[in-house]
């Protein structure tokens, strides 16, 4: 069955420093997203992707992240500059069509600021 | 605003025993719902998808029903396996023409052999 990778796994970082979460969703899919989930916490929505713009964004995605699809394949987060409450788990999801959607998560990748 | 609530936080029943957990959320006018397993640090894995057309859904051992006038779901997981120890999450469209979902905290479940 196909499926949402990401990379890295781990990323460690300092604080103020930029990090680049990649994915790359499954090949027929159009709709893209991001979610995380701060440890203990429920997972949150931050930003979806259609069609090279951002569809829909949630109060958590500031003007420290952005999103980008570079090579028609690959779909990433950056962050600017990483504050320590940025730790948590980044998920990538990515569904085929919008109007019921069944999205597909991949493994995430674990942010640790320090 | 979306908000989902599941109950309860944590589970811990002896392999064999059937068991429901439950989940509610607040907005109804949802056009579907999903069910998603958790293993400790991994990924989400969609268990079950229910449209606000149908009323339940099943795969395998797993029955998952929708009642959107109650704003509830459950999660039905027959004859438990110690496999299916994991966090439950439910998750449902953040509203009216949103595809973004909102999540629930789940509920843990551990399976005693």
């Known amino acids: 069955e196909p499926e949402v990778t990401q990379t890295p796994s781990h990323q460690v970082t300092q604080m103020g420093q930029e990090v680049i979460l990649r994915c790359v969703p499954i090949s027929n899919h159009l709709y893209f997203y991001w979610y995380r989930q701060i440890l203990g916490q429920k997972v949150e929505f931050l930003v979806s992707?259609?069609?090279?713009?951002?569809?829909?964004k949630s109060e958590i995605f500031d003007d420290q992240f952005s999103v980008e699809r570079p090579d028609g394949s690959n779909f990433t987060l950056k962050i600017r500059s990483t504050k320590l409450e940025d730790s948590a788990m980044y998920f990538c999801?990515?569904?085929?069509?919008?109007?019921?959607?069944?999205?597909?998560f991949g493994p995430g990748t674990r942010l640790t600021v320090l | 605003k979306q908000e989902v609530t599941q109950i309860p936080a944590a589970l811990s029943v002896p392999e064999g025993e059937n068991l429901v957990l439950n989940c509610s959320f607040t907005?109804?006018?949802?056009?579907?719902l999903q069910w998603f397993r958790q293993d400790p640090g991994k990924g989400l894995t969609s268990l079950l998808l229910i449209q606000s057309s149908q009323r339940e859904q099943t795969s395998g051992r797993l029955n998952a029903s929708l009642d959107k006038s109650s704003g509830r779901s459950t999660l039905y997981i027959a004859a438990s396996q110690p496999g299916d120890s994991a966090t439950y999450l439910c998750a449902v469209p953040s509203g009216a023409g949103s595809y973004q979902l909102t999540f629930g905290k789940g509920t843990k479940l551990s399976v005693i052999p």
């Open positions: 999801a990515s569904s085929a069509t919008p109007g019921h959607p069944r999205e597909f």
């Open positions: 992707f259609y069609n090279n713009e951002i569809s829909e």
């Open positions: 907005d109804s006018a949802i056009y579907n």
